[in-house]
């Protein structure tokens, strides 16, 4: 009996982690075995511990890694895998492949970081805290990484076969279509409801498998936004999950279905933000995630500068991964949207831009404080939890003609959601530090379809699945979007739960 098992982002949005057997027998037998992303568990410590326990099957039994996208909640557990003996190959299309090599490193880094501050504070209960893997290791596991293009049919083994489709969501982002034929299925069962690893509870029969005995399976990863319109402004990549899909078994994301993005265009309200901040002599400060949110954010305000929305003032990029990254979009401008791209065959590489200024080196860093006069500053991390952000809020965020401006998620107890939630003062490097500054947030920056989005995308379906699976979503998100899509196209939605197994044929 094949299967499929959720061994992450089930009841959560972090983690992602699903695993493929081809063929289990009672008597231990296993066929081939593959994992569907292979994330890292962030967010709440109840949720970061299952990051140093075992998968239920042994990593060195594990034969393939299929890789989404390169965020650290789809890729970031690889090098723990690696680790506990994993060697086969870990398929991803070439962009991911190449931020994976500097968003992996960097999580290296700063799992070393970590175990040395709770060693310096005596802070964990382990003696010495460990890494969950190091840069070193991080760095080793790249050898790995082998490139598929997208829409090129891959045979991994006789049974099984996948192939990568736009999931629109950040450069390189794909959804796997898996293509699993069954020697046994003669019966024709569908994708079933299975039960916990600790009780199965019966599969109910379905008749007919879609091509002949091959099964057309469809994980989504994250899903980017689904235009609504004919145009999406202030995209660098091509936006919008690719349509018309037809799988048996859908495994989808849900991290938003319980909200709604604004749809309107973002230019407007940044411009009237940047020159209000600009007019009262102040400077702009952006906490921003350095892949793709970053690279963003610069495009649309090179647009702005050139239209003359906005003044031409310095705009200062402090984070050095934002920097490799933006080396890595410029390797893919194939993939930018046109209004991108024009703006790259105009003017070329931000790294280039006249005013817009990288600072790779700690001391290049600090001497952007020297700046009084108005400015724009990008710099990470996005929810302020750490990195060079935290010394330009430092000093800016006393002054009231300075503006912070939020275009990202902002967890529960960072940072950035206590300075967005129109807090007086906040901690920095020991210091209680007056929050002064005006603060902003833009939501319309999100990577991740919202409700409306996702089920205008699934509308496109050229039939309807069996079964759809719902993962990556906190419960009342996956629950809202289990009623819509119920409601609204009448289909069957499970929510998927850690550790359940469901039968494929
Ligand atoms: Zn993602």
């Not at 299967?3 to 081939?32: C, E, M, P, R, W």
């Not at 039994?61 to 870990?90: M, N, S, Y």
């Not at 990568?164 to 796997?176: D, K, Q, R, T």
């Amino acid at each position: 009996m094949a299967y499929l098992q959720f061994l992450g982002a089930a009841g959560t949005v972090t983690g992602s982690k699903h695993l493929i057997n081809t063929h289990h027998s009672d008597d231990g037998k296993h066929g081939l075995q593959v994992l569907i992303d292979c994330g890292l568990f962030q967010g709440p410590k109840e949720w970061r511990e299952r990051n140093w326990q075992d998968t239920p099957v042994p990593a060195r039994e594990i034969d393939a890694v299929i890789l989404t996208h390169a965020h650290l909640d789809h890729c970031g557990w690889i090098p723990r895998l690696v680790k506990e003996g994993f060697q086969g190959p870990i398929y991803a299309t070439q962009p991911t492949i190449d931020l994976c090599s500097v968003v992996l490193p960097d999580s290296g880094h700063l799992q070393e970081e970590e175990a040395r501050f709770h060693n310096q504070k005596r802070s964990s209960k382990h003696d010495p805290a460990l890494p969950l893997y190091t840069l070193q290791e991080a760095e080793d596991c790249l050898k790995l990484f082998e490139p598929v293009p997208f829409a090129e049919k891959k045979q991994i083994s006789p049974e099984l076969a996948f192939r990568f489709v736009h999931a629109g969501h950040i450069l390189g982002s794909s959804m796997i279509e898996l293509f699993l034929t069954l020697n046994s299925d003669v019966d024709g069962d569908g994708p079933s409801r299975g039960g916990r690893s600790d009780g199965a509870r019966n599969p109910s029969p379905q008749s007919g498998a879609a091509n002949g005995n091959t099964r057309k399976f469809l994980f989504t990863g994250d899903i980017g936004r689904v235009p609504l319109r004919p145009t999406t402004p202030g995209r660098v990549v091509r936006s919008g999950p690719d349509p018309n899909e037809d799988p048996e078994l859908l495994v989808m994301e849900s991290t938003y279905g319980n909200r709604e993005h604004p749809h309107d265009d973002v230019r407007p309200h940044l411009a009237r933000i940047i020159t209000g901040t600009v007019k009262r002599g102040g400077s702009v400060v952006v906490p921003a995630f350095a892949v793709e949110r970053t690279q963003k954010f610069l495009f649309l305000i090179k647009e702005l500068m050139e239209s003359g929305d906005i003044p031409r003032v310095p705009v200062f990029t402090d984070s050095p991964m934002a920097i490799k990254a933006v080396e890595i979009f410029m390797k893919y401008a194939d993939e930018f949207t046109d209004e991108a791209r024009a703006l790259v065959a105009k003017h070329g590489s931000p790294l280039a831009w006249p005013g817009f200024h990288f600072a790779p080196k700690q001391e290049d860093s600090k001497k952007i404080n020297d700046n009084r006069y108005p400015c724009i500053i990008v710099s990470s991390s996005g929810m302020v939890t750490g990195g060079r952000i935290l010394h330009h809020l430092l000093l800016r965020l006393p002054d009231p003609r300075n503006q912070v401006l939020f275009i990202g998620f902002q967890a529960p107890g960072t940072r950035g959601e206590i300075i967005k939630s129109g807090a007086k003062s906040v901690r920095i490097f020991s210091q209680e530090v007056p929050i002064r500054a005006h603060v902003a947030a833009l939501e319309q920056f999100s990577d991740h379809a919202d409700t409306t989005e996702l089920l205008s995308w699934l509308g496109t379906f050229k039939k309807r699945p069996r079964s759809t699976f719902l993962v990556h979503g906190e419960p009342q998100a996956a629950s809202r979007l289990q009623q819509a899509i119920s409601s609204g196209l009448g289909w069957k939605v499970d929510i998927a739960r850690w550790l359940e197994k469901v039968p494929l044929g």
